[in-house]
């Protein structure tokens, strides 16, 4: 795709997410990486209601070339996209099962949803919790930098997840997986479920590869 069509590929994500209650308000992010930079949603703008000429372009560092202002989120994108050159876009949202699961006391820090779906494991595989850090703080950049090399999908304490995909409908598709399997997850607490064996996660890697 070229750079026109990425853009339109956004607005149209971007409306797809907001529309089934994936994101809300003006929260939210989506950034698809570009021959010599990445192109992103701007600071305090709907999903919902975006506009392709009005994207921000940033250059391979980060650095604001043009469109409006970028989200002050823009460095998580940075972190992932540092440790993940096999990926071309990043999906960050609130989505309202995953930031549930954020917030959970007891939730496993170094996978915080179980093995419940096949293809939650081809999409996201493990997902680590970052601690909580306030909105903003260049340091959640260096805690997601230290997770992103080994796993295509973090979840931000009490905020929300940071998934990345090989192209920006990859990183959708893994988005709404992780959503609806917190989902499950939420719904089946205190049940004892039947997760996916280690065996089981195992061939689906070999045969799939990992996130």
């Known amino acids: 795709m070229n750079e026109n069509q990425l853009r339109e ?34 600071t305090n703008v709907c999903l ?3 506009d392709p000429a009005r994207l ?56 915080c949803i179980p093995p419940l779906t096949a293809y939650y494991v081809m999409r996201v595989g493990k997902l680590p919790l970052v601690p909580y850090h306030m909105p903003g703080d260049l340091a959640l950049g260096d805690a997601v930098r230290g997770l992103a090399g080994r796993h295509s999908a973090v979840l931000l ?9 090989k192209n920006l409908e990859a990183a959708v598709y893994a988005t709404e997986e ?3 399997t917190a989902k499950l997850y939420l719904l089946l607490r205190g049940q004892n479920p039947r997760c996916l064996t280690q065996a089981q996660i195992d061939a689906l890697q070999e045969r799939y590869g990992k996130p």
């Open 9 to 42: 590929q956004i607005v149209t994500m971007g409306r797809s997410l907001f529309d089934r209650g994936l994101t809300m308000g003006s929260s939210g992010n989506i950034s698809v990486r570009t021959g010599d930079g990445w192109i992103m949603t701007p």
């Open 48 to 50: 919902g209601r975006l």
């Open 56 to 111: 921000t372009r940033l250059d391979a560092r980060g650095q604001h070339l043009d469109g409006d202002p970028p989200t002050k989120e823009a460095f998580l994108h940075l972190a992932m996209y540092e440790e993940r050159p096999q990926d071309n876009a990043i999906v960050h949202l609130h989505s309202t099962h995953s930031v549930a699961v954020s917030c959970l006391p007891d939730v496993c820090e170094q996978d």
């Open 157 to 165: 304490a009490n905020h929300g997840p940071v998934v990345a995909g």
């Open 178 to 180: 992780l959503e609806e």
